[in-house]
């Protein structure tokens, strides 16, 4: 009786429809990538104006190019051509904001730079007995 049951129960799971993973056969793009492109285009416009905008411009042009692309394949219905170029403009949201941030690290570290060489100058100059006295 137990190997009908088991005969009955890979019948059954034969049976049951099998989704495909295969290349979707219908034009259009899918929900999910309709999605994925709103987000890429939110956050590149919420870059506008940022100081990553300011510091990380060409990054950010990039992305804003790619999300023009995605948005010519969601035009066109094509969904891979969204889906990639979505993709893309999410990475290069992620990397001008590193880029930002890198930047911004240099710029203090330049400032800091010129402030400690003005103060070795002083010192110098005091060491020297050449300069002012505290």
Do not use: F
């Not at 429809?17 to 295969?22: D, G, R, S, T």
């Not at 804003?64 to 692309?69: C, I, L, N, P, S």
Request: hydrophobic fraction near 45%; aromatic fraction near 2%.
């Amino acid at each position: 009786m137990k190997v009908w049951k088991r005969y009955l129960c890979i019948g059954a799971l034969l049976l049951l429809p099998v989704p495909v993973c295969a290349a979707d056969p219908s034009p259009g793009v899918r929900p999910e990538t309709t999605a994925l492109y709103q987000k890429a285009r939110d956050q590149v416009a919420g870059l506008a104006g940022t100081p990553t905008a300011m510091r990380a411009a060409d990054v950010v042009a990039q992305a804003a190019a790619r999300v023009e692309a995605a948005q010519s394949g969601l035009k066109e219905g094509n969904d891979r051509t969204t889906r990639e170029a979505s993709e893309l403009a999410l990475v290069l949201v992620k990397l001008a904001l590193a880029t930002a941030d890198e930047r911004g690290a240099a710029e203090k570290v330049a400032a800091a730079r010129r402030e400690l060489d003005a103060l070795e100058q002083k010192l110098a100059t005091i060491l020297a007995g050449k300069g002012e006295r505290p």
